[in-house]
């Protein structure tokens, strides 16, 4: 068997679709993170805005590995897809885009109580 015929075995960078194209791609307008109460102590943190030139899919199983919560990618009529995270993960969640450099921290809005 040769090598040449495996490819999914290589390691990736999960937000490697950025490429080099960084100007191009860049986001260009505000992240906004709320919080919703469910009933009792349960909460939804939803993320809005990131742009669709990132693969929403690999950067909800990165933030659920790193924050040990659920989540989903949610289609919403007016808002597009929307990332949803079980439990108050807004603070985690805004610094986790400065860091890897989705976004910068005055294009990041954070709301709720």
Do not use: W
Request: net charge neutral; with cysteine.
């Amino acid at each position: 068997m040769t090598d040449a015929g495996i490819t999914n075995l290589e390691k990736k960078d999960p937000f490697a679709d950025v490429g080099d194209e960084q100007e191009e791609t860049a986001q260009k307008e505000d992240i906004h993170i709320r919080i919703q109460q469910r009933n009792g102590r349960k909460s939804l943190t939803t993320i809005q805005g990131i742009s669709q030139n990132y693969d929403l899919k690999r950067i909800i199983k990165v933030v659920k590995k790193e924050f040990h919560c659920n989540g989903t990618v949610v289609e919403h009529a007016e808002y597009g897809e929307v990332l949803q995270l079980q439990g108050d993960q807004r603070k985690k969640m805004k610094q986790f885009l400065t860091q890897i450099g989705l976004a910068s921290s005055d294009q990041i809005k954070v709301h709720g109580f």
